[in-house]
């Protein structure tokens, strides 16, 4: 069975930073591509990053591009997205999200195109 963690919400000002985790369990982890989603108060969840099997290859929504960084330590079955430059529209509760990856060269963006979800961290920024 799957499981997905995910930790390191918290409260920070806007113009803070914070950076989440997400501990993958039951597979082996080099196999699966990993995703960020989103979700705040009355908004569907949305795509924020995902990152290729190997880490090669990362895509970013615009608009976290240039704030946000997906990164992955295969060894310790573990995604990241460092956070920085935070908004007050950046609150959300952060979701990671994995699937198995048909090729080393595959990112995916779409909620459905993953399997597997975390419960969810909460991230709230104060303006």
């Known amino acids: 069975q799957v499981q997905l963690v995910e930790s390191g919400g918290g409260l920070v000002q806007s113009g803070g930073s914070l950076r989440l985790s997400c501990i993958v369990s039951?597979?082996?982890?080099?196999?699966?591509?990993m995703g960020w989603f989103r979700q705040a108060p009355g908004m569907e969840r949305e795509f924020v990053a995902a990152?290729?099997?190997?880490?090669?290859?990362?895509h970013y929504a615009d608009s976290v591009k240039g704030r946000f960084t997906i990164s992955r330590d295969n060894a310790k079955n573990t995604v990241y997205l460092q956070m920085d430059s935070l908004k007050p529209e950046d609150t959300a509760v952060y979701y990671c999200a994995a699937t198995i990856g048909s090729s080393r060269f595959v990112v995916h963006s779409g909620m459905s195109e993953y399997d597997y979800w975390g419960q969810g961290t909460q991230v709230t920024v104060s303006s």
């Open positions: 990152i290729s099997r190997a880490g090669t290859l990362v």
């Open positions: 039951g597979r082996t982890f080099s196999t699966y591509v």
